[in-house]
């Protein structure tokens, strides 16, 4: 399973942008400046006027590779084979969510010059899991110019308190990143059914997960199991010492606190916390909870700050989304695994 955390309103960090009061598709993505138009001139070697062809096959006489680049700017946001299907905007990524699921888009985001794109729907009812804490089935339509993604759906089931979501691993429908797509009955059913299916059945899992304690204790030893010690550096001979490389150490220390704090952030909100005497004149701090808050705290704090490396940039926050998107969240669905395992 891999997580994507959000933080306004049940929207990522990088999905919270040039929100509007229409629900269209297009509207969303023309405030966030998603529709411009493109266009593929072929490359050049170096200074020389002249472009490198295909020399043979069906494709011959065809420039060997093309950019594709911004109309409106003429900043270059890919270079691709001279056969790479063109589009002209992310207009029909629009179409079809549009033709889907009409006024249910809530945000956009443009990723650097316009190099990728991602918008978001609300999708089915809300999941009330108690006290508060209540989960909304969405979905989560990217598409780019640079090749990096194709044009996908994948599902999301956001988190409206401290917004955690999680995205699905395979996407519920992709096509190639061409100026026709026709999308079917067939496919919005598909697509419908398979996103409700897993809100559904996450809401059943966290509510079992909300049942379960989970002390203070119990939480470090979880994150001890997720963030592991670092391998042992090894002598002249192969054999291991009882070091450790101190970088490694030092990110270590650094990951575990971000989820701690995480997991007192959840607890303060929806678990326990009490006063611990350590000594006579001392007393801690403790936070107890369960283990929905613990795999919440674990996958928003990898999201949030250990996949960005605990930066705040927009670079480090796009690097971050695309990690989740491309299934790279080692920590959260170990977490998930070692959780849902144990019931």
């Not at 190099?115 to 899991?129: C, F, H, K, S, Y």
């Amino acid at each position: 399973m891999d997580i994507i955390t959000y933080q306004n309103d049940y929207g990522h960090s990088m999905l919270d942008k040039a929100e509007t009061e229409s629900r269209n598709a297009f509207d969303v993505m023309e405030k966030t400046g998603a529709l411009f138009d493109v266009y593929y001139p072929p490359a050049t070697w170096g200074y020389d006027e002249d472009h490198p062809t295909v020399e043979s096959g069906k494709n011959q006489g065809l420039p060997l590779y093309k950019w594709v680049v911004r109309k409106d700017t003429n900043e270059p946001l890919g270079l691709h084979s001279g056969t790479f299907a063109e589009s002209g905007s992310y207009r029909q990524v629009a179409a079809m969510a549009e033709k889907m699921f009409p006024n249910s888009s809530k945000t956009c985001t443009l990723f650097g010059k316009g190099e990728r794109m991602a918008l978001t729907q609300n999708i089915g009812d809300q999941i009330d899991l108690g006290d508060g804490d209540v989960i909304q089935p969405s979905i989560m339509w990217i598409s780019s110019f640079n090749g990096q993604w194709s044009t996908a759906v994948y599902d999301l089931i956001g988190r409206l308190f401290c917004t955690n979501q999680l995205v699905g691993q395979t996407p519920l429908f992709s096509v190639k990143h061409t100026r026709n797509h026709d999308v079917t009955f067939e496919q919005r059913t598909s697509v419908l059914t398979q996103a409700i299916q897993r809100a559904e059945q996450v809401g059943r899992m966290a509510k079992i997960m909300k049942d379960q304690e989970l002390v203070d204790s119990e939480f470090s030893d979880l994150i001890k199991k997720v963030v592991p010690m670092p391998p042992f550096i090894k002598d002249e001979h192969g054999a291991d010492t009882d070091r450790i490389h101190a970088r490694a150490e030092t990110r270590m220390i650094a990951n575990r606190g971000a989820m701690n704090a995480m997991w007192q952030k959840e607890c303060t909100e929806f678990g326990t916390v009490r006063k611990h005497l350590v000594s006579p004149s001392r007393q801690v701090e403790v936070f107890d909870g369960n283990k929905w808050l613990a795999y919440n705290a674990i996958q928003g704090a990898e999201q949030h700050q250990i996949s960005t490396n605990f930066m705040t940039t927009t670079q480090a926050q796009e690097k971050s989304l695309t990690k989740a998107v491309n299934g790279r969240t080692p920590y959260a669905e170990k977490a998930w695994n070692i959780l849902v395992d144990a019931n």
